[in-house]
């Protein structure tokens, strides 16, 4: 049975410098996940401490916020079958270290910090985050 959803994904800065925006929305068509929405922004670091506030008490957190307001990124609605988990395995693990072959992060990711893209982890984060972005 098919499960038609949406999901947020976003190219990192690291992936926005490397000039690698088209190289990773192919491989998001390749793998039937259509592009709904896009657009390349550059969020303050308040935004981004609002948008990854569940990592607040993780110690990587500072950098991290400090890490995506460092420079443009490009936010997108993913939309295809099971988009949020389709959207993780193509992006692959944290650590483009463990990340599987063919992945996004195992192709194009530096660090487990500067790892290129971000996915919604669940259907229920998709829609906030979509909404974080998107909503007017
Ligand atoms: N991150 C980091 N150090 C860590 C773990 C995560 O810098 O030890 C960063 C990394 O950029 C990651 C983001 O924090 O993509 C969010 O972490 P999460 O565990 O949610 O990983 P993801 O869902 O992005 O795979
Ligand atoms: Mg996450």
Redesign the pocket.
């Known amino acids: 049975m098919s499960n038609i959803e949406k999901t947020l994904s976003i190219i990192k800065p690291d992936a926005v410098e490397r000039n690698l925006i088209d190289e990773i929305k192919k491989i998001f068509l390749k793998n039937d996940l259509n592009i709904k929405e896009s657009k390349k922004i550059h969020i303050t670091k308040d935004e981004a401490a609002e948008f990854y506030k569940v ?1 607040q008490s993780k110690p ?1 957190y500072n ?2 916020c400090a890490y995506l307001s460092s420079g443009p990124i490009v936010v997108m609605v993913l939309e295809g079958n099971n988009a949020v988990a389709a959207n993780r395995k193509i992006m692959g693990a ?1 650590n483009p270290k463990d990340a599987d072959k063919n992945t996004i992060r195992k192709l194009y990711g530096i660090s ?2 500067k ?1 290129s893209v ?2 919604s ?1 669940s259907s229920e984060n998709a829609k906030k985050e979509i909404d974080f972005f998107f909503k007017n």
């Open positions: 990592h990587f950098d991290l944290t487990i910090d790892n971000h996915g982890d």
